[in-house]
């Protein structure tokens, strides 16, 4: 089949949720993805802030091809090495104390809030717990996730939604400190805001939050789902502000591809919150997932993720200034490490076409704001290439 036909067929047999661009991709070598006609597209989307560590990376194919002769699969009811391990590093990663391996971003955030629940439950046993959500914050499309996640347009034919959630604005704590009540039982938000327009928690805000959290015994959970895993900079965007969450949630770049999501706690919430019996899954936590969490986890130390996203940063936001200065439709720039937006005074699905013809992979957050979340790997090279193509797609406006 041709490159149409393949695509005449899924749109036949796919349940069409997705506005898919018109590429049949068959794969990918470090920053670059190739469709099935073998055209090469450098790729600034990363599989969403997923493929971290590039395409075709030998070593976590090796491990990959390694476990699955080995071992793929196991219940939750055995031990499996590659889930002890990852869990070591993960809590290592994250200064936390406890792990729970999901499939996914939206059951990582389940398990938070299921863990929140219970925490407050085990304090008083009323069943009517509110949780302080933020507007425009995305956190999945489970019911629970979707219940926090502050976009109505995605909520609105799903109601009626997990009940006793309120919406604060982010980065304005009286209107956080507004919907505080007895009830509350925990905060949850993503450390940088991600299909929400690429916004940075303000130091002050999240270092506020922190303390009615500890003045109340509120729990503080920080969506790490996008900002986490090297992409600010820090292994979690939250270590740079130096507030801690009580619960966190990863996923993504967490397993670079193979379907692995977590959250984490602190002790004191394990020893208050979820028992057995309490929370599960079948395939979370399992050995292929987990093997691919573990290599995931040396790679960035072993290859310098960090220092080398810290290292670009400046260079990746300083050409993006420069389109920010020359173009006046372009507003300004937004984010923080390799988690970039470009906010554009109209749509900007006319230029992540063009873009796309001319071999580049952008996204969109929202429908004006172009997302840059690359694999961390990439080059000088690779941003002054994703520049040029750019501006020519701009130019074509
Ligand atoms: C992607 C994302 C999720 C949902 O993750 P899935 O794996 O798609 O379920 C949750 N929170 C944030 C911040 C995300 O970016």
Known sequence: MNMTEYIDQAEKDLLHTYNRYQIVLEKGDGVNLY?????????????????????????????????????????????????????????????????????????????????????????????????????????????????????????????????????????????????????TCAIIMETVQGEGGLIPAKEEFLKEVRALCDEKDILLILDEIQCGMGRTGYMFAWQRYGVKPDIMTSAKALGCGVPVGAFMMTEKVAENSLVAGDHGTTYGGNPLACRAAQKVLDLFEKNHIIEHVRELTPYLEGELDKLVAEYDCIIERRGSGFMQGLVFDRPVAPVINKALEEGLFTINAGPNILRLVPPLVITKDDIDEMIKIVRKALASL
């Open 35 to 183: 469709d099935i006609n073998g055209k090469k597209y450098l790729d600034f989307v990363g599989g969403i802030a997923v493929f971290a560590l590039g395409y075709n990376n030998k070593e976590y194919n090796d491990a990959l091809k390694d476990q699955i002769d080995k071992l793929i699969h196991t219940s939750n009811y055995y031990y499996n090495v590659p889930a002890i391990e990852a869990a070591r590093l993960v809590k290592k990663a994250s200064g936390m104390d406890r792990v729970f391996f999901t499939n996914s971003g939206a059951e990582a955030v389940e398990g938070a809030i299921k863990a929140a629940r219970k925490y407050a439950y085990n304090k008083d046993h009323k069943t009517d717990h509110e949780i302080i959500a933020m507007e425009h914050s995305f956190h999945g499309r489970t019911m629970g996730a979707l219940s926090v996640t502050g976009n109505p347009k995605y909520r609105e034919a799903f109601e009626p939604m997990i009940g006793n959630i309120r919406f604060a604005e982010y980065n304005n704590i009286d209107s956080v400190k507004a919907l505080i009540n007895d009830k």
